[in-house]
């Protein structure tokens, strides 16, 4: 289709679509495309320094309903690089799920935001995954992952593993039955304490945006 045919489409389309006429405007996306979008559920398990660029780009392009988990209150040393946060935020002691559901809103007032407080565990992540279309790693251990990644196998829901560290960062897609899962890539849960942390190695902003991007 021509692109002067798609900017012609994209006139007449929804107006509540308007706000996407950039992405839409890229034929792989187009109408049909943000339509799904819209119609899609996310769990983002963690919203650190990764899941802050992951909720932002997903409310932005129009992801339906995102779920967010975290049990985190945000601190200073986060302002560098978890873009979803400021300094009122730390004055008013919001939990990260919290301070991150009211952003956005302000981004995005269409996307559908749950915000949990909680640890994320073998008890309730089935709860959490269940009916949704994509789970996002922002965590920061591989316990966590593992779990996700068990999750994932069994409600057959593709995960994106995503790690940072310093200047150093890694992305990996897991589509059950397609791909590799982690289990196939790690045959043991690295036991904790045994990698370096960003506590302890540190993390640059533009790391952290890149792979979660
Ligand atoms: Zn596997």
Known sequence: M???????????????LARYNRQMLWEPIGIAGQKKLKAARVLMVGCGALGTVLANT???????????????????????RQVLFDQQDIADQLPKAVAAKKKIGQINSDVQVDAVVADVNHTNILNYAGGCDLLLDGTDNFETRFLINDVSIKLNIPWVY????????????????????????????????????????????PTVNIVAS
């Not at 021509?2 to 509540?16: F, R």
């Not at 150093?168 to 990698?195: D, Q």
Request: with cysteine; aromatic share 2%.
């Open 162 to 205: 995503g790690a940072c560290i310093s200047a150093m960062g890694l992305a990996m897609v897991i589509r059950p039955g397609i791909t590799p899962c982690l289990r196939c890539v790690f045959e043991t849960v690295p036991p904790p304490g045994m990698n370096p942390t960003c506590d302890t190695a540190g993390v640059l902003g």
């Open 2 to 16: 021509a692109l002067s045919d798609i900017a012609e489409q994209l006139e007449k389309s929804d107006p509540a």
């Open 58 to 80: 997903l409310a932005r392009a129009g992801v339906g309903h995102l779920t967010i988990i975290d049990r985190d209150f945000i601190e200073i040393n986060n302002l560098q």
